[in-house]
């Protein structure tokens, strides 16, 4: 009778402990997620440096709407500089894929 109180305990001892280790499982996961959502950031913003060097962009994507708003007034020069810039761009692209 008693090696069976023995195994009965045994088992219901086991069940907490194989839940604290998949809640650790668990946690272990969720922080790796974290980590490599960080690392996605700021290699997101190095490239965006990267591409904003490269290609000459002038204006700050966060900034952008501030200074839209003051060129209102000059939008035939702010449409013939986009499209020189969309030309340049093309032009270092193409560059780009020949090398």
Do not use: H
Not at 27 to 39: N, T, V, Y
Not at 68 to 83: H, R, V
């Amino acid at each position: 009778m008693v090696p069976t109180y023995s195994r009965v305990l045994n088992a219901i001892e086991k069940v907490p402990w194989d839940l604290v280790k998949e809640y650790w499982g668990i946690r272990k996961s969720l922080q790796d997620l974290i980590e490599s959502k960080e690392r996605n950031k700021a290699q997101l913003a190095k490239i965006r440096t990267t591409a904003n060097w490269k290609w000459g962009f002038k204006k700050d994507p966060q900034n952008s709407n501030k200074e839209d708003k003051e060129e209102d007034g000059d939008k035939k020069g702010s449409e013939e500089e986009l499209k020189e810039n969309q030309k340049e761009m093309l032009k270092r692209t193409l560059l780009l894929a020949s090398c």
